[in-house]
Structures are given as structure tokens and as C-alpha cells.
T-cell receptor, first 112, second 113 residues
Framework: EAGVVQSPRYKIIEKKQPVAFWCNPISGHNTLYWYRQNLGQGPELLIRYENEEAVDDSQLPKDRFSAERLKGVDSTLKIQPAELGDSAVYLC??????????FGPGTRLTVT | GDSVTQMEGPVTLSEEAFLTINCTYTATGYPSLFWYVQYPGEGLQLLLKATKADDKGSNKGFEATYRKETTSFHLEKGSVQVSDSAVYFCALSPTGANSKLTFGKGITLSVRP
């Protein structure tokens, strides 16, 4: 079975520009997570979806970050406008019936 | 809140050496504990897990035992290989399904031939 797909793999933008990341979870996985991983740190949760509902977005910086999962399948995470401190790897994970989180390869964002 | 503390790295070992990577945690209740591995250029992969006290998770020669009395989940391998070179993350999730993971900072392991 295909794993979690993320695109793009790399993105370089100037500060104040918008950026979007896309995630397609494993087929049939209803739970989807977005994490941010800063250099030298472990991933930190940004938002969790159950189907199309965001059930935990308490750590999402809502002034500039937004996310959607309109049909309960793929998801988009957006930053507008980006700041230098947003440079990180953005990870998507999905969960199936085994409750194991499967991670995608991530999108490495560099803000200049 | 919940937290995970990993020993400082990086760690460099010779092939066939014994490996221990320390991990301690702070959490309420009875969390599930995990070790994830990230090979160069790849995503995070679950290496092993334990869901209750005294459980031992094992995979690919790696082992870790859930020690509630010391709130620890140390990762061990008796004989490392060059192919084990990667970043290792300890993590926990609260009791219950579909709970978020709280990760440690990760530690880079390099194994030389």
C-alpha cells in the first residue's frame, strides 16, 4: 500500500510570502496530524483531524497558519505570511485501525 | 504537561558495539511509549512500542522496557551495524486511541565500520 504522500519535498520562499503544503494520507486512515519539526528537535503537533473535523488545533498559530481537510481525505496546511522562524520540516502523519502513526517524508521549508 | 527527555548526542560507535540510548518521561496516568527512527532522507518510522508497565518492545534487534518506577524507556541493541546510523526519537502518547505524540529532541547515531 502507498504511504503518506507529501508535496512539495522542499520549498524556499522569501519572508512575508504565502506557502502551502499538501498531504495525502494512507487510504482509509481517518485521523490525520500535522507536525512541525525544528532543526535538532522532535516533531511538535500543530493540528489533528478526525475525518474533516479539526479536533485539536490548540497549538496552531492561527494568526498566520491555517489548515483544511474538506473531504476528510487529503489536507493542506498554509502559512500566510511566512516568517523566518517558520523554517522547519512540516510532517504529516495518518492513523488507521492499529493506532500506529505513519509519517510522510515531510516538507522542508526555508524562509529567507 | 507531558514531556520526554533524551540523552544528549550525537553518539558514535564502532560496528558490533553495544548501544544504549536513554529516555525518561513525565506524564500523568499511564502513557504508551515509543521509539521512532529516521534514516537519512526518509520519514519517521515506528521502531518499537510498549503500552503498559514492564512491557518490552522489540524490533530489528532493538529492545526497550517500559519502567514505570523510573519513568524510563531506554533503547538497547547488543550489536549495532552501520545500517543503524539514523536519528532516534523517544515519544509518548496519553492513554487512549488517536492521541498526539510528544517527542524528545532525538539523538543522532553514527556507526562506523
Amino acid at each position: 500500500e502507498a504511504g503518506v504522500v507529501q508535496s512539495p519535498r522542499y520549498k524556499i520562499i522569501e519572508k512575508k510570502q504565502p506557502v502551502a503544503f499538501w498531504c495525502n494520507p494512507i487510504s482509509g486512515h481517518n485521523t490525520l496530524y500535522w507536525y512541525r519539526q525544528n532543526l535538532g528537535q522532535g516533531p511538535e503537533l500543530l493540528i489533528r483531524y478526525e475525518n474533516e473535523e479539526a479536533v485539536d488545533d490548540s497549538q496552531l498559530p492561527k494568526d498566520r497558519f491555517s489548515a483544511e481537510r474538506l473531504k476528510g481525505v487529503d489536507s493542506t496546511l498554509k502559512i500566510q505570511p511566512a516568517e523566518l522562524g517558520d523554517s522547519a520540516v512540516y510532517l504529516c502523519a495518518s492513523v488507521g485501525s492499529s493506532y500506529e502513526q505513519y509519517f510522510g517524508p515531510g516538507t522542508r521549508l526555508t524562509v529567507t | 504537561g507531558d514531556s520526554v527527555t533524551q540523552m544528549e548526542g550525537p553518539v558514535t560507535l564502532s560496528e558490533e558495539a553495544f548501544l544504549t540510548i536513554n529516555c525518561t518521561y513525565t506524564a500523568t496516568g499511564y502513557p504508551s511509549l515509543f521509539w521512532y527512527v529516521q534514516y537519512p532522507g526518509e520519514g519517521l518510522q515506528l521502531l518499537l512500542k510498549a503500552t503498559k508497565a514492564d512491557d518490552k518492545g522489540s524490533n530489528k534487534g532493538f529492545e526497550a522496557t517500559y519502567r514505570k518506577e523510573t519513568t524510563s524507556f531506554h533503547l538497547e541493541k547488543g550489536s549495532v551495524q552501520v545500517s543503524d546510523s539514523a536519528v532516534y526519537f523517544c515519544a509518548l502518547s496519553p492513554t487512549g486511541a488517536n492521541s498526539k505524540l510528544t517527542f524528545g529532541k532525538g539523538i543522532t547515531l553514527s556507526v562506523r565500520p
